[in-house]
């Protein structure tokens, strides 16, 4: 029996629009230290010369490293969050890995992830300490928050979907999937699904994926805020989703604002977070939308500091709770 006849992790690429970044992020998994699993690319481009360069890089790679079962599948759904489902649908292994199409797995992230899950049966889900690199600045920066259910009640305080591992076995007993009817932060929601059902999460420092902030990743979108996905949550979880989702769209405009892609002046972002959310901004945005007009990298600098410092506190809250 070959490995490939039993799959027992799976790991998920969705991919839209990016061929170019999608080479890379397979890569970083046909590189890892880890023998005999599958890897999903979960095509949702509507263009079909895109989807051609996705089937061809697939081909490449089963060529190049047959040691890894890849799969490619077309997924219709409007958005990532049903792409993902298909990829789950598709897949086999006993736990999944979610990766972004323009992020990246680190040395031996597989290797060390299976390991902490395949130890708790019970473990539904586990998420890792990550590099965040903002493009094309020379930063790098190291993200962690330990989990702590005492102090993480609203929300799991991860880096984004690709620093999750979860059970499949524990999803399906539990019906757990991402709600395909968001067009955001359905990695959110899921999160807090997991909570509301108390099941078991565990958080390790290890940086395990890298997680690459550019002009082209989904917050540079023209389209800030997708109302369908806003009233959705706040519906299902209330008041304090309500707060999540406004401190995206101010982060939303202060990092178009960092890469170049906006020009919009101060009083009129104001005026469109007053519309949207009938909420004025405080002075913490107006001091980054100062600093980051000033100098972007006089802004990364400082916050790099200060998710240091935040990170540090809150680590030390988490591990006395």
């Known amino acids: 029996m070959s490995e490939l006849d039993n799959i027992n992790l799976s790991v998920i690429i969705p991919t839209k629009n990016r061929p170019h970044l999608l080479q890379r992020a397979m890569a970083s998994v046909a590189l890892q230290n880890y023998p ?37 599948i077309h997924s219709n759904k409007p958005y990532a969050a049903g792409t993902r489902n298909d990829g789950i649908a598709a897949t086999q292994g006993k736990y999944i890995i979610f990766l972004d199409d323009d992020d990246e797995l680190l040395s031996n992230s597989i290797k ?11 473990l ?20 962690y928050y330990h989990y702590s259910k005492q102090l993480h009640q609203h929300k799991l305080m991860m880096m984004s979907c690709s ?14 999937h991402f709600d395909e009817q968001l067009s955001r932060m359905e990695d959110y929601d899921l999160c807090r699904k997991i909570i509301e059902k108390g099941l078991k999460v565990r958080s390790i420092p290890l940086p395990l994926v890298q997680i690459n902030l550019h002009p082209e990743t989904r917050m540079s979108s023209q389209h800030l805020i997708s109302y369908d996905f806003k009233h959705r949550l706040i519906a299902r979880w209330g008041q304090t989703a309500d707060n999540e989702i406004y401190d995206y769209a101010e982060g939303v405009y202060i990092w178009r604002k960092c890469f170049g892609m ?13 519309k949207d959310f009938n909420k004025t901004p405080g002075l913490p945005f107006k001091l980054k939308y100062k600093l980051v007009s000033l100098s972007p990298m006089l802004y990364l ?5 200060l998710i240091s410092f935040s990170q540090r506190r809150k680590n030390k809250q988490a591990h006395r709770s």
């Open 112 to 122: 060390l992830r299976m390991h902490e899950m395949s130890a708790d049966a019970g």
């Open 262 to 274: 906006s020009n919009a002046p101060y009083a009129e972002m104001v005026k469109t977070l007053k």
């Open 301 to 305: 600098s400082l916050y790099h500091l």
């Open 163 to 176: 620093s999750i591992m979860i059970n499949r076995e524990i999803f399906d007993r539990n019906n757990l």
């Open 36 to 72: 005999g699993f599958e890897v999903c690319i979960a095509d949702n481009n509507t263009d079909a010369e895109i989807s051609r360069q996705v089937k061809a890089t697939v081909s490449h790679f089963e060529n190049q490293y047959p040691q890894i079962k890849w799969l490619y």
């Open 124 to 143: 539904a889900l586990l998420y890792c300490a990550g590099y965040s690199k903002v493009y094309p600045y020379p930063f790098k920066m190291y993200r």
